[in-house]
């Protein structure tokens, strides 16, 4: 992975080719998703290949929320702090480790290169990162975009494909997570 020459992050799921979205009621819904999605990341290798999943959306749209419950399929006891001060948050599980960023905070991309990213990007991981577009530049690619939308009380979740490896990804997830879903 190079990750010194720069990539084009998807401003929008119009990047990317398949996308569906979720309307995520309640906390209870949006753990559901990240339970399945949890799931399909280990079906799908997404660990030894290093996935990347972008998390985007305003502040308090719940991306810190969908990381915990992520985080907690694999670990349920496991404490999830935002790393909002600390950048990153390791969790080791069986598959590998869940690097989890929340960028808010970062000034200049190269400052990843202080937190060792390269080390922190070697399979096999997930990386789950919110504001990723801070890191735009240096950060490897979105293998999946999740787009957070505050509708009302609720939530919607807008999820993308970005790249051939993780084409099947979204189709899959639509299948197995029970839950009506949309295109817009
Ligand atoms: N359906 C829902 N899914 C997720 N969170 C929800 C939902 N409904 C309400 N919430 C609430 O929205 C808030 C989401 O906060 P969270 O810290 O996850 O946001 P964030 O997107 O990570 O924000 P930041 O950019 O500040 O890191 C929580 O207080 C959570 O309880
Ligand atoms: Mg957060």
Redo the contacts with the bound molecule.
């Keep these: 992975m190079n990750f010194t020459k720069s990539t084009t992050l998807p401003e929008s799921t119009d990047a990317c080719a398949l996308k569906a979205s979720f309307l995520?009621?309640?906390?209870a819904?949006?753990q559901h998703l990240a339970q399945v999605f949890a799931q399909l990341c280990e079906e799908q290798k997404a660990f030894d290949l290093g996935w990347m999943i972008y998390l985007k959306?305003d502040?308090?749209?719940?991306?810190?929320?969908?990381s915990r419950a992520f985080v907690q399929s694999f670990l349920p006891e496991q404490k999830v702090k935002?790393p909002?001060y600390a950048l990153v948050e390791n969790y080791q599980t069986d598959l590998g480790t869940i690097q989890h960023f929340?960028l808010?905070r970062l000034c200049d991309p190269e400052e990843l290169e202080f937190l060792a990213i390269r080390d922190l990007l070697t399979p096999p991981f997930v990386a789950l990162v919110?504001w990723p577009t801070k890191g735009e530049g240096v950060l490897p690619e979105a293998d999946v975009l999740i787009e957070?939308i505050v509708v009302g009380?609720?939530?919607k979740a807008r999820i993308s494909a970005c790249r051939e490896r993780s084409n099947g990804f979204v189709k899959k997830l639509t299948e197995k997570v029970g839950m009506k879903f949309g295109y817009d």
């Design positions: 995520l009621e309640a906390e819904q949006t959306g502040l308090g749209a719940g991306k810190s929320f969908f935002s909002t929340d808010y919110e957070l009380e609720a939530r």
